[in-house]
């Protein structure tokens, strides 16, 4: 059965990093990661996921009409993994799709 989680703090204090951290970590294992971040998190390119020490890797953006179970279904279904960047700008829908 697969797992959600969600992880929160306070501006600064590095969860942007840990998520590519992670990322890096299950990619040296050989699994496949999808990164995605909502549309309205454009502060570092539309595509761009980037951390204040410097670490940065290229996401999916998804606006709110994306239904991000069809997107992992039809496009990513091989992934093993999904990390959402800054997931509070997500839809609610949204929220509900990641955990089906």
């Known amino acids: 059965m697969?797992?959600?989680y969600f992880k929160f703090g306070a501006m600064g204090c590095s969860k942007t990093a840990q998520a590519l951290i992670t990322k890096f970590n299950y990619e040296e294992r050989g699994m496949k990661v999808l990164l995605v971040k909502p549309s309205t998190d454009n502060r570092d390119g539309?595509?761009?996921?980037?951390s204040r020490i410097g670490?940065?890797?290229e996401a999916?953006?998804?606006p709110e009409s994306v239904d991000l179970y069809d997107l992992y279904k039809d496009e990513n279904s091989d992934c093993n993994?999904?990390?959402v960047d800054e997931c509070q700008f997500l839809h609610p829908d949204q929220v509900d799709q990641l955990s089906r």
């Open 60 to 62: 999916i953006t998804v």
């Open 2 to 4: 697969a797992k959600l």
């Open 55 to 57: 670490l940065h890797a």
């Open 46 to 50: 539309a595509t761009t996921v980037r």
């Open 81 to 83: 993994v999904i990390i």
